[in-house]
C-alpha cells in the first residue's frame, strides 16, 4: 500500500514457482478514514492482466450501516454486470439486506430481514420467481405471512 493525498492505493503481487512472477492479483484503494474503498480482482492465471471481480465497501462511522457490494467485471463472461450485495441499515425496519441481480435474465432478487435473533422476520421481492414485483414475507418462525 502507498499513501496518496487523503486515499491508500493498494496493490497485491503473487508469483508461482515454474508460471509466473509478480503478476498482480488485486489492487484497490481506501480512504484514511477506512470509510469507503474499492478492490478489483484479477485472474492470476491468465497470461494478461484480466479482471474479473469489482469490489466496493462502504460504511458509517456514526450509524454503523455498512455495505459490500461484488459485480463481476469478466469480459466476455455473460454473467458481466452480475452483483451481490450485503448490507446493513441501522435505524429500518429490516435492517439487513441482499441485493442479488443477475445480468443475463436482467433479474433482480430483494431480501431484507431483522437480525434480531428474537424476531427474523423478513421478506423477499424476485420477479422472475414470483411472477410480480411484491415482498413476500415471513415472521419469526420463518412462516409464510402477509406482509404489513
Known amino acids: ?9 493498494w496493490d497485491m503481487f503473487v508469483s508461482r514457482q ?3 512472477t509478480d ?6 484503494q481506501s480512504d484514511l478514514l477506512v470509510t ?3 478492490w478489483t480482482l484479477n485472474d492470476p492465471n491468465r497470461a494478461t ?15 454503523s450501516d455498512a455495505s ?13 454486470g452480475s452483483y451481490i450485495e450485503y448490507g446493513r441499515l441501522e ?15 436482467g433479474n433482480e432478487t430483494d431480501i ?12 423477499v421481492a424476485d420477479e422472475n420467481r414470483f411472477g410480480d414485483t411484491n415482498w413476500r414475507c415471513w415472521d419469526a418462525s420463518g412462516d409464510d405471512i402477509d406482509c404489513p
Open 1 to 9: 500500500g502507498r499513501l496518496e493525498s487523503n486515499q491508500v492505493q
Open 68 to 80: 459490500i457490494k461484488y459485480t463481476n467485471v469478466l469480459d466476455g463472461n455473460a454473467g458481466k
Open 91 to 105: 435505524n429500518a425496519e429490516y435492517d439487513l439486506f441482499y441485493d442479488i441481480f443477475n445480468a443475463e435474465t
Open 18 to 20: 515454474g508460471a509466473f
Open 112 to 123: 431484507e430481514w431483522d437480525r434480531n435473533p428474537a424476531t427474523v422476520a423478513g421478506r
Open 49 to 63: 492482466e484480466t479482471s474479473f471481480l469489482f469490489i466496493e465497501w462502504q460504511r458509517d462511522l456514526q450509524s
Open 23 to 28: 503478476r498482480r492479483w488485486f489492487f484497490g
Open 36 to 38: 469507503e474503498g474499492t
